[in-house]
């Protein structure tokens, strides 16, 4: 089955305590991304990776760093959690551009609760 | 101004009823136009996935863009308590080094009651 796994689920730290949230893709998908929901604003793009070692920031990229060193693993990391980072977080892929499937939209994960004390 | 304005609701209506959600977005450069439902504590999930104007059904569901006003709406027809969910909808630009971004609405709660 297709999917998009995230860990933790839900996770509530101090402030300052670094976290890592992991995700996992087994679509051999090039292009992975993190979003953070919030009330009102919708999702919004914290980070993208178009491959292995390609990593950019989206529109919200303060206070988050990524990493892509395999293909299926795209971690969040936050080295310093702040109360404005109290959010849902979601990880997303899909195929990069050149290959059959490269226009079937975003597979989600179903989400990380994160509460920042 | 937001890129993608959707109206949060929330929404609420009899079962059976013919809903209709909406949205509006500025950039000309989106190409791509998508539906996504969520429900609760899971993540969303597509729904409807259309490229350039037109009307696209699938079942209870027609997605409609019109990009002469930009203009982007989902009506669900015969609509039943497993349509109460957050429905979102999103763009994405056809090219670049951004074609993965989705900028998204706000979402509209919907709920239908029995």
């Known amino acids: 089955e297709a999917q998009v796994t995230q860990n933790p689920r839900y996770l509530i730290t101090v402030t300052g305590k670094k976290l890592t949230v992991t995700c996992s893709q087994n679509?051999?998908?090039?292009?992975m991304s993190w979003y953070r929901q919030d009330p009102g604003l919708g999702l919004r793009q914290i980070y993208y990776?178009?491959?292995?070692?390609?990593?950019d920031k989206g529109d919200v990229p303060e206070g988050y760093k990524v990493s892509r060193k395999e293909k299926r693993n795209f971690p969040l990391i936050l080295e310093s959690p702040s109360p404005n980072q109290t959010s849902l977080y979601f990880c997303?892929?899909?195929?990069?551009?050149?290959?059959?499937?490269?226009?079937?939209?975003?597979?989600f994960g179903d989400g990380t609760r994160l509460s920042i004390l | 101004q937001k890129e993608v304005e959707q109206d949060p609701g929330p929404l609420s209506v009899p079962e059976g009823a013919i809903v209709s959600l909406n949205c509006t977005y500025s950039?000309?450069?989106?190409?791509?136009f998508m539906w996504y439902r969520q429900y609760s504590r899971k993540g969303p999930e597509l729904l409807m996935y259309?490229?350039?104007?037109g009307n696209k059904e699938d079942g209870r569901f027609t997605a409609q863009v019109d990009k002469s006003s930009k203009y982007i709406s989902l009506f669900i027809r015969d609509s039943q308590p497993s349509d109460s969910a957050t429905y979102l909808c999103?763009?994405?630009?056809?090219?670049?080094?951004?074609?993965?971004?989705?900028?998204f609405g706000q979402g509209t709660i919907l709920t239908v009651h029995p």
């Open positions: 950039n000309s450069a989106f190409q791509y």
């Open positions: 679509m051999n998908h090039e292009y």
């Open positions: 990776s178009m491959n292995v070692e390609v990593t």
């Open positions: 999103a763009t994405r630009i056809a090219g670049g080094t951004s074609y993965g971004k989705l900028t």
């Open positions: 259309t490229y350039s104007s």
């Open positions: 997303a892929s899909r195929a990069g551009v050149g290959r059959p499937d490269s226009n079937q939209p975003q597979h």
